[in-house]
């Protein structure tokens, strides 16, 4: 039974992943203890790639949970829910992970409610249990169950933020956009344009990347960077496609725009 659903959370294929620091090994490492792990960077900058590879190449099945504000500790761990023959239990996701043995994966952990995100507390620390008070069941998470959040430290206010309780139980890896040469690499690998290509659409990321801060709230993301390739890899001109890719997702201000679609124009003319 709990072979069925780990198969449904199974990897078939391997993730590209472009190592760029020692995160393979930590994290094996990390993994080897199932210490929990906290991915920390900017938005597009390759940690659900990094967690979908690491999954694979550890043989565990990924769970993978987007938070968010309205998101209650019944989403994470379970509810009885009314059906046919009366009321069932259902596992929610994080207590599926506990019990197979899965890596679970909590995206943006910062938007969801504190009294959500404390949930996890027993599984992170050295009791790894999971209580479902409303089934009354204490669940002892399955040896390979391993916990790996990501949050976006930019987005933080001062009202969003995670308790030192909670961080302090992950050891954290920190993921920011890799070095030109790198990034431009993962771009021709990832959508097939050419590499002389990439490396012109890195610099206009560059150009952008040095506006955060001044006008920008992030820059321009290695995501956003593999979706201009694609562009330009299906035949669209190169300016069309950065305009599409680069400058409108970005930003609605007039003077942002403009600064930008020069930064296009300085690599590629339409
Ligand atoms: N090191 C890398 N190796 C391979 N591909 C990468 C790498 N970094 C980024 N990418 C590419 O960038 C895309 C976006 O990365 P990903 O979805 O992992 O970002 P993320 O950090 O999870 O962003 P978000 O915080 O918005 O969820 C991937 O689909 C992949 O194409
Ligand atoms: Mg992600």
Redesign the pocket.
């Known amino acids: 039974m709990s072979e069925d659903i780990a198969a449904q959370y199974r990897i078939e294929a391997e993730p ?5 620091g020692s995160e393979v090994e930590l994290f094996r490492a990390a993994h080897a203890r199932r210490m929990p792990v906290m ?1 920390k ?10 967690v979908e590879h690491m999954a694979y190449t550890l043989g565990r099945p990924l769970i993978t949970v987007a938070c968010n504000e309205d998101m209650t500790a019944s989403d994470l761990v379970g509810r009885y829910l009314l059906d046919r023959e009366g009321t069932k239990w259902h596992d929610g996701p994080l207590t599926v992970a506990a019990r197979i043995g899965a890596i679970c994966y909590l ?2 952990v910062v938007e969801a409610r504190q009294d959500t995100v404390v949930v996890i507390h027993p599984l992170t620390d050295h009791r790894r249990v999971l209580p479902l008070d409303k089934k009354g069941e204490l669940l002892h998470a399955h040896d390979d169950f391993q916990l790996v959040i ?1 949050y ?1 430290p930019g987005y933080q206010s001062l009202m969003k933020d995670l308790k030192q309780s909670t961080k302090q139980r992950f050891g954290a890896l920190s ?1 920011d956009y ?1 070095d030109a040469g ?1 990034e431009a690499e ?1 771009i021709a ?2 959508t097939g344009c050419d590499l002389k290509v990439a490396e012109k659409l890195v610099q206009i990321a560059h150009r952008a990347r040095n506006l955060r801060g001044h006008g920008l709230d992030e820059g321009i ?3 956003l960077l ?1 979706y201009a390739g694609q562009m330009i890899a299906e035949g669209i001109d190169p300016a069309h496609a950065c305009q599409m890719t680069l400058v409108t997702p970005l930003t609605d201000d007039p003077d942002m725009r403009e600064t930008l679609e020069a930064a296009v124009a300085t690599f590629f003319t339409s």
Request: with cysteine; proline share 7%.
């Open positions: 590209y992943y472009r190592a760029v991915l960077g900017p938005t597009g900058c390759g940690k659900t790639r990094f995206d943006e990501s976006n993921f890799p790198v993962i690998r990832e993301s290695t995501r593999v």
